[in-house]
């Protein structure tokens, strides 16, 4: 152990500035890497100050010498008025990346740069706010439906409960519910979403589901428990049947004028006499 730990120190650099300890020479990093320790003014870089030209106007910005283009690009966004990923900063005719290091691309104290406006990123940004703004709007309205469907899940539950117990339900609150449910069902359908917004729109619809199934149970329940009425009986008059019988009258008696009328078909003729017609029976 002893041996390990003197090797260990072995090939630690040289005590500076004529101190024998070394101790606030340097420090330890916690990746076990022994560096020379650093001084407050590699804590506070210096500043520098750039000459920006945007269209006819030029904007004075004082930043770190060690600061990224990046960085500058977000101090310019006030005075420009540019969000600073629509910016491109050109230095010596060149564009610079937003990570890279002004003092690293030979950037120093007034130094002169060129800001121009990017409209590729600036559409890209404006399709992504866009697609944002939808999912943000989709996200609003399933939550909306979800505060909705834990009422109704409730009034579910307590339905259950009373069926449980044996007890009964009305059948037109059950209806009723039911349409509220497909309502919210009809709603989720509507909501056009994408990624975690569709799969929260999905579990709703599998809660609304699970719903109207448990009501249509209490439904289908209460028509098999309901008792069965006997047939009516006929009764015995209704049961005999109707004869309709036509009587006809008859008569006793006859006038007298009727009865010596011969029985026989008589034929009527018709004989001129003196200019008359006249009618004797035969």
Same mark, same amino acid.
């Given at each position: 152990m002893?041996?390990?730990?003197t090797?260990?120190?072995?090939?630690?650099p040289?005590?500076?500035?004529?101190?024998?300890?070394?101790?606030? /020479?340097?420090?330890?990093?916690?990746?076990?890497?022994?560096?020379?320790?650093?001084?407050?003014?590699d804590?506070s870089?210096?500043? *520098?100050?750039?000459?920006? +030209?945007?269209? %006819?106007?030029?904007?004075?910005?004082h930043?770190?010498?060690?600061?990224?283009?990046?960085a500058? =690009?977000?101090?310019?966004? /006030? #005075?420009?008025g540019?969000?600073?990923?629509d910016?491109?900063?050109?230095?010596?005719?060149?564009e610079?990346?937003?990570?890279?290091?002004?003092?690293?691309?030979?950037?120093? %104290?007034?130094? =002169?740069l060129v800001?121009? /406006?990017?409209? *590729?990123?600036?559409?890209?940004?404006?399709?992504?706010? =866009? =697609?944002?703004? &939808?999912?943000?709007?989709?996200?609003?309205?399933?939550?909306?439906i @979800?505060?909705?469907?834990?009422?109704?899940e409730?009034?579910?539950?307590?339905?259950?409960s009373?069926?449980?117990?044996?007890?009964?339900?009305?059948?037109?609150?059950?209806?009723?519910? *039911?349409?509220?449910?497909?309502?919210?069902?009809?709603?989720?359908?509507a909501?056009?979403?994408?990624?975690?917004?569709?799969?929260l729109?999905?579990? &709703?619809?599998?809660?609304?589901? +699970?719903? *109207? /199934?448990?009501?249509? !149970?209490?439904?289908?329940? &209460?028509?098999?428990?309901?008792?069965k009425?006997p047939?009516?009986?006929?009764?015995? !008059?209704?049961?005999a049947?109707?004869?309709?019988? @036509?009587?006809?009258?008859?008569?006793d008696?006859? #006038?007298?004028?009727?009865?010596?009328?011969p029985?026989?078909? @008589?034929?009527?003729?018709?004989?001129?006499?003196?200019?008359?017609?006249?009618?004797?029976?035969?």
């Amino acid at each position: 152990m002893m041996q390990m730990k003197t090797s260990s120190f072995a090939h630690a650099p040289p005590p500076m500035n004529g101190n024998s300890s070394g101790e606030n /020479e340097w420090e330890l990093r916690p990746g076990g890497m022994l560096v020379q320790k650093r001084t407050d003014g590699d804590k506070s870089p210096p500043k *520098i100050r750039v000459r920006v +030209k945007y269209g %006819d106007t030029y904007h004075e910005i004082h930043i770190s010498s060690q600061a990224t283009f990046g960085a500058l =690009k977000k101090k310019l966004s /006030e #005075p420009t008025g540019l969000n600073h990923h629509d910016q491109k900063l050109f230095f010596k005719n060149k564009e610079k990346d937003s990570k890279a290091f002004l003092d690293i691309s030979g950037v120093k %104290d007034k130094s =002169k740069l060129v800001l121009q /406006e990017d409209p *590729i990123s600036k559409e890209k940004r404006y399709i992504e706010m =866009k =697609k944002n703004s &939808q999912i943000e709007k989709a996200l609003n309205l399933v939550s909306q439906i @979800t505060s909705e469907v834990d009422k109704l899940e409730k009034q579910v539950s307590a339905l259950e409960s009373v069926v449980s117990r044996g007890g009964k339900v009305v059948e037109n609150d059950v209806a009723k519910m *039911i349409d509220l449910l497909m309502n919210q069902l009809l709603k989720l359908d509507a909501v056009s979403a994408d990624g975690d917004v569709k799969l929260l729109r999905k579990m &709703q619809a599998r809660r609304v589901q +699970k719903c *109207i /199934e448990t009501l249509d !149970s209490f439904k289908l329940k &209460q028509k098999t428990e309901a008792p069965k009425q006997p047939p009516l009986k006929q009764s015995s !008059s209704a049961a005999a049947p109707v004869v309709i019988t @036509t009587q006809w009258e008859t008569f006793d008696s006859a #006038p007298n004028d009727l009865m010596d009328a011969p029985s026989s078909s @008589t034929t009527a003729t018709g004989v001129a006499h003196h200019g008359f017609t006249t009618w004797d029976l035969l």
